[in-house]
């Protein structure tokens, strides 16, 4: 059985820094897709991050790019979210998601992830 946590949310001013951990319980933490979602009230659920766990590449959505980092650590089954010069427009719902994947490409639609963390909160305040 997957279970993702998430934690490292919370409350922050703009121009802040928050970095969101999600620990994962997978067997043989290997060739998965691994995402970071979030959802604001009202909005639809969107992709921020994503990566394969046997690929350095990463994706980000066009409106965090340059000021997200996603990273891995395979040792610890654990994936990252880095967030720099946060908005108030970030404020959401951050979840992380995975799902099994033998190819490197990870779909950025949050239709393809089958598993889901229980989600963390980030407030940011202008």
């Known amino acids: 059985q997957v279970q993702l946590v998430e934690s490292g949310g919370g409350s922050v001013q703009a121009g802040g820094s928050l970095r969101l951990s999600c620990a994962a319980s997978?067997?043989?933490?290997?060739?998965?897709?691994m995402g970071w979602f979030r959802q604001a009230p009202g909005k639809e659920r969107e992709g921020v991050a994503r990566?394969?766990?046997?690929?350095?590449?990463?994706y980000y959505s066009d409106s965090v790019k340059g000021r997200f980092t996603i990273s891995r650590d395979n040792a610890k089954s654990t994936l990252y979210l880095q967030m720099n010069s946060l908005k108030p427009e970030d404020t959401a719902m951050y979840y992380c998601a995975a799902a099994y994947s033998r190819s490197w490409y990870c779909a950025p639609s949050s239709n393809d992830y089958n598993y889901w963390g229980q989600g963390t909160q980030v407030t940011v305040s202008s």
């Open positions: 990566m394969h766990t046997n690929s350095l590449s990463t």
């Open positions: 997978i067997y043989g933490y290997s060739s998965y897709c």
